[in-house]
């Protein structure tokens, strides 16, 4: 996803892409993962131009397999990620001792020479679309976590009421 600055016209320009499942793969390279995707990534692209400023909004769209967070059981999950950012040429600043740098250019990314390359802007996007913890559906009931069944499949045997030994001596204290 690499576009010439003199390539964007001034109405602006829209792009799609569908990058293939192991697009992540080189990102990854060493995490251990509990998703797979299942889906092509689709994204699309809205460059518009200001002089030298590049306006991006970008959208992704991709289908995740997922371990639900209570049962384990592996489901489909659509992930779906609008994002907007401003790009700039590099300032040609040093960080020799102190700079302080304003809200607009913590929030702006970067560029350097007259191609602007969005790969890695639209890879931190899927990534950060990526739930921490997923459930298969709000009311999972999980594990049972004395024997290990299916909640949601079948109800356990195990005795409701049981408590750990070591928090017994917790039945005896009174409140007033």
């Given at each position: 996803?690499?576009?010439?600055?003199?390539?964007?016209?001034?109405?602006?320009?829209?792009?799609?892409?569908?990058?293939?499942?192991?697009?992540?793969?080189?990102?990854?390279?060493?995490?251990?993962?509990?998703?797979?995707?299942?889906?092509?990534?689709?994204?699309?692209?809205d460059l518009s131009k200001l002089g030298k400023t590049i306006m991006v909004k970008s959208r992704v769209q991709?289908?995740?397999?997922?371990?639900?967070?209570?049962?384990?059981?592996?489901?489909?999950?659509?992930?779906?990620?609008?994002?907007?950012?401003?790009?700039?040429?590099?300032?040609?600043?040093?960080?020799?001792?102190?700079?302080?740098?304003?809200?607009?250019?913590?929030?702006?990314?970067?560029?350097?020479?007259?191609?602007?390359?969005?790969?890695?802007?639209?890879?931190?996007?899927?990534?950060?679309?990526?739930?921490?913890?997923?459930?298969?559906?709000?009311?999972?009931?999980?594990?049972?976590?004395?024997?290990?069944?299916?909640l949601n499949r079948e109800v356990c045997q195990c005795a409701v009421g049981l408590v750990d030994p070591r928090l017994e001596i917790l039945r005896k204290v009174k409140f007033k």
């Amino acid at each position: 996803m690499q576009f010439r600055l003199e390539d964007i016209p001034q109405e602006g320009l829209e792009a799609t892409f569908s990058q293939g499942e192991n697009w992540l793969d080189e990102r990854l390279q060493g995490e251990e993962r509990t998703f797979r995707f299942i889906s092509p990534i689709a994204v699309h692209l809205d460059l518009s131009k200001l002089g030298k400023t590049i306006m991006v909004k970008s959208r992704v769209q991709a289908k995740v397999e997922w371990p639900c967070a209570r049962c384990l059981q592996i489901f489909p999950l659509d992930l779906t990620s609008e994002y907007s950012t401003i790009l700039k040429p590099k300032p040609g600043f040093s960080l020799q001792g102190e700079v302080e740098l304003t809200r607009e250019e913590v929030e702006t990314e970067f560029y350097e020479g007259e191609e602007i390359d969005l790969n890695s802007l639209v890879q931190d996007q899927v990534l950060l679309a990526l739930p921490q913890k997923a459930l298969c559906r709000e009311e999972c009931r999980g594990l049972c976590p004395r024997c290990g069944k299916n909640l949601n499949r079948e109800v356990c045997q195990c005795a409701v009421g049981l408590v750990d030994p070591r928090l017994e001596i917790l039945r005896k204290v009174k409140f007033k």
